[in-house]
């Protein structure tokens, strides 16, 4: 992994080389916020196909239902026919979670590139900038030690938690005008089992977004940019993809 992320900090080093002359100091954080994009964008090709395989599976909720109850007594049977259908329509029942799934190493990788203070036994160089003087290796908790939550430091992550806090208040906004345009109906998986804990995990999610505050809060600045960047594409990304499908199903594909 460290020969990963000595790969990764090069080309995140080299990409604030370039942006430099236009943002001077700030220059190592404008390239974490463009480098986590520019991943983002890569692979946005499997967050489209993760769409595609829950659209795919929503659609065959109401068969798959016919066959719960046609198969009640006989689970083996269900079970064999549930296969059945899955293979006529060609839809995998993990068709929309695969593809997140094949993400994540690449999120993994980021996040620890902008977290560790050593990448294979050296210094992490990215972490040696700053952002309008707050350090890129610091947290939130020696900001207020210098200067408080409005000096210059503080100043730096209100405007992260600002940004944070708009991004889950659209979501929750968005989950709850799906909600509303489209009554919730008890989900079901792949088997056609009603989802454990669905109706509760539906009213949970939209608020999930919200402890990303936390994780500003907690984690060096560099992570912080890294983790504000990926969570506000993820809200546009999702809004896009998922915007003719229903919260509760919405509320079932995976998240990164």
Request: overall charge positive.
């Amino acid at each position: 992994m460290s020969a990963f992320m000595s790969a990764f900090a090069s080309l995140v080093g080299a990409l604030a080389d370039l942006l430099q002359p236009f943002f001077q100091t700030a220059s190592t954080a404008a390239a974490i916020v463009l480098f986590t994009a520019l991943v983002r964008l890569a692979v946005h090709p499997l967050s489209r196909a993760a769409a595609r395989g829950q659209k795919a599976r929503t659609k065959l909720q109401p068969q798959i239902t016919e066959l719960r109850k046609k198969h009640a007594k006989n689970p083996e049977r269900m079970q064999k026919a549930l296969m059945e259908l899955h293979a006529k329509e060609k839809v995998s029942p993990l068709s929309g979670c695969l593809p997140s799934l094949l993400q994540m190493p690449a999120f993994f990788l980021l996040y620890h590139l902008f977290s560790s203070q050593k990448i294979g036994g050296d210094p992490n160089s990215l972490l040696g900038h700053e952002l309008f003087g707050a350090p890129l290796g610091e947290r939130w908790h020696d900001a207020l030690a210098d200067g408080g939550p409005f000096g210059a430091q503080g100043l730096v992550y209100l405007a992260l938690f600002v940004i944070v806090a708009a991004v889950a208040t659209f979501n929750y906004g968005r989950t709850k005008r799906q909600m509303a345009a489209n009554p919730v109906t008890p989900a079901t998986g792949p088997d056609g089992q009603p989802v454990p804990g669905m109706g509760a995990m539906t009213k949970v999610m939209p608020l999930m977004s919200f402890l990303t505050l936390f994780s500003v809060a907690f984690v060096p600045l560099a992570a912080a940019l890294y983790i504000v960047t990926s969570t506000t594409w993820t809200a546009i990304e999702r809004a896009y993809l998922y915007r003719d499908t229903p919260a509760t199903e919405a509320a079932l594909a995976p998240a990164l």
